[in-house]
């Protein structure tokens, strides 16, 4: 199976910080990534997929990143509102592994 | 607008039990559409359980579920089902369907998931 692995665990940035999340994946997965915020007791929220593509009504401050192994999230100014915990998904194979997440708290 | 709900089959089982969730759509195309389940045991990730293609014809599992668990869908219906059998306490967790994002895709294809229900607490204890 492909594992999954993210970085850091947690992170506590300001209003206005730019905040980057990373990705790595156990073996090669082309493009195949997305990325989800989570809020707690909700279901995940699709922001990128295909690695860089933004999902329709996500703020264009999330980005996405990276190809093969490595991958990256990026929050260009963080708001708010972007508090959670932020996954990343391979779907190379059908498996789809996610990331253990990135939980995000805001200062 | 898209809509996923996990209507039934949540609830408290004892280990060893067994237990059918449903997940009814509205809103799409539910036909042209692969379909997933994902878990979350409390306080943990996500971990994809299962999926379905959209014609029922090719489903795949998590190891940690084969032979226990199995998908189905009833595209009459707009209803995707999970039927979880030998359930163990490593199984309590919230249970989401999910739907892929591209329509279409061959059953080799993998895909995001753009939909998600709002999942449904699955609890097995004595």
């Known amino acids: 199976d492909i594992q999954m692995t993210q970085s850091p665990s947690t992170l506590s940035a300001s209003v206005g910080d730019r905040v980057t999340i990373t990705c790595r994946a156990s073996?090669?997965?082309?493009?195949?990534l997305a990325w989800y915020q989570q809020k707690p007791g909700k279901a995940p929220q699709l922001l990128i997929y295909?690695?860089?593509s933004l999902e329709i009504g996500v703020p264009s401050r999330f980005s996405g990143s990276g190809s093969g192994t490595e991958f990256t999230l990026t929050i260009s100014s963080l708001q708010p509102d972007d508090f959670g915990t932020y996954y990343c998904?391979?779907?190379?194979?059908?498996?789809?592994?996610f990331g253990q997440g990135t939980k995000v708290e805001i200062k | 607008e898209v809509q996923l709900v996990e209507e039934s089959g949540g609830g408290l089982v004892q280990p060893g039990g067994s237990l059918r969730l449903s997940c009814v759509v509205s809103?799409?195309?539910?036909?042209?559409?692969?379909t997933s389940w994902v878990r979350q045991a409390p306080g943990k990730g996500l971990e994809w359980v299962s999926v379905?293609?959209?014609?029922?014809?090719?489903?795949k599992y998590a190891d940690s579920v084969k032979g226990r668990f199995t998908i189905s869908r009833d595209n009459s219906k707009n209803t995707v089902y999970l039927q979880m059998n030998s359930l163990g306490v490593e199984d309590t967790a919230v249970y989401y369907c999910?739907?892929?994002?591209?329509?279409?895709?061959?059953?080799?294809?993998?895909?995001?998931?753009?939909?998600w229900g709002q999942g449904t607490m699955v609890t097995v204890s004595s």
């Open positions: 998904q391979q779907y190379d194979s059908y498996s789809r592994t």
């Open positions: 379905i293609s959209a014609s029922g014809g090719s489903t």
């Open positions: 809103g799409f195309i539910f036909s042209s559409y692969a």
């Open positions: 999910a739907k892929d994002r591209h329509m279409g895709l061959l059953p080799t294809q993998n895909d995001a998931f753009d939909f």
């Open positions: 295909k690695a860089s």
């Open positions: 073996q090669n997965i082309g493009g195949w």
